[in-house]
T-cell receptor, first 113, second 115 residues
Framework: TQLLEQSPQFLSIQEGENLTVYCNSSSVFSSLQWYRQEPGEGPVLLVTVVTGGEVKKLKRLTFQFGDARKDSSLHITAAQPGDTGLYLCAGGWEGGGADGLTFGKGTHLIIQP | ETGVTQTPRHLVMGMTNKKSLKCEQHLGHNAMYWYKQSAKKPLELMFVYSLEERVENNSVPSRFSPECPNSSHLFLHLHTLQPEDSALYLC??????????????FGEGSWLTVV
């Protein structure tokens, strides 16, 4: 069983601050995805990273895939209340089919105005 | 709006009831999934259908029964559930079975409470 550990589980910060959340595993993944889930809604894909060391930016969000493809981080600059939500990472491997996507428990992020 | 619609959004049922959750995708995808999301647990994959054929059943109790009449619709039939089955049930779809290049689109979920 592939396990993804996300940290911290909960994070509450003030608007304008920077933050980083982490997704770690002992397994190697062929790709890793980050989702955001807002209250009362399903998860929405933010980004997919596939190459070790890859960095992708989405406005104020920066995603990095570890060189060994076992971990990833999400950095948010100048957080805003609209960033509030549950951030999920999900790792998968080639040929895994649907079973090849493993989710972490998520980081609950609250940005206070 | 992700193109995956789930109904009902909220359901309260007794342990002896029979109910169904419905999912419809308007994306022309060939793969559909049921996930369970509970507090303090990762998303759990329950069932996978590809081209209307069930390809995955992750040791889900028989009180959950999926049905995929066509590639656009997916049902989850519920009967004699237990209180611990209370959770958010998420339907999802993708163009083909998940692979690195595919994106999984989730519905908004059906909140189920078993009393």
């Amino acid at each position: 069983t592939q396990l993804l550990e996300q940290s911290p589980q909960f994070l509450s910060i003030q608007e304008g601050e920077n933050l980083t959340v982490y997704c770690n595993s002992s397994s190697v993944f062929s790709s890793l995805q980050w989702y955001r889930q807002e209250p009362g809604e399903g998860p929405v894909l933010l980004v997919t990273v596939v190459t070790g060391g890859e960095v992708k930016k989405l406005k104020r969000l920066t995603f990095q895939f570890g060189d060994a493809r076992k971990d990833s981080s999400l950095h948010i600059t100048a957080a805003q209340p609209g960033d509030t939500g549950l951030y999920l990472c999900a790792g998968g491997w080639e040929g895994g089919g649907a079973d090849g996507l493993t989710f972490g428990k998520g980081t609950h992020l609250i940005i206070q105005p | 709006e992700t193109g995956v619609t789930q109904t009902p959004r909220h359901l309260v049922m007794g342990m002896t009831n029979k109910k169904s959750l419905k999912c419809e995708q308007h994306l022309g995808h060939n793969a559909m999934y049921w996930y369970k999301q509970s507090a303090k647990k990762p998303l759990e994959l329950m069932f996978v259908y590809s081209l209307e054929e069930r390809v995955e059943n992750n040791s889900v109790p028989s009180r959950f029964s999926p049905e995929c009449p066509n590639s656009s619709h997916l049902f989850l039939h519920l009967h004699t559930l237990q209180p611990e089955d209370s959770a958010l049930y998420l339907c999802a779809s993708s163009q083909a079975l998940w692979d690195s290049g595919n994106t999984i689109y989730f519905g908004e979920g059906s909140w189920l409470t078993v009393v």
